[in-house]
């Protein structure tokens, strides 16, 4: 069941939107993934994931790999539902701009 269209400011923001739109479609993926996918700082990719995690929107997981401490990220329950409700409200919002002849 999709959620009622809601605009989620949280999301909303292009780095947090993508990050959504990434996680919505695997099961976790690992923080170095997401930050070459949208090209952003590892301080910037961590303030959105904070952002995300403190809306409930995320669950992160931390693991060693190779001797070294690896983070990686889902969308909870909420976060699913929250991202499909925000991109139902943007679809819904796109689809009220007149066409252009």
Partial sequence: MI???????VIHAPGRLQICAILSSVDEAEFAMIREAIKVS????S???KQLEDAGYIA???APIDGRQRTWVSLT?????????HVAELTRLAALVPAQA
């Avoid at 959620?3 to 400011?9: C, M, R």
């Avoid at 976060?79 to 409700?85: I, T």
Wanted: net charge positive.
């Fill in 60 to 62: 992160p997981r931390k």
């Fill in 77 to 85: 329950a909420a976060g699913h539902k929250a991202f499909a409700a």
């Fill in 3 to 9: 959620a009622a269209p809601t605009f989620d400011p």
């Fill in 47 to 49: 303030k959105h994931l």
């Fill in 42 to 45: 590892d301080s910037v990719l």
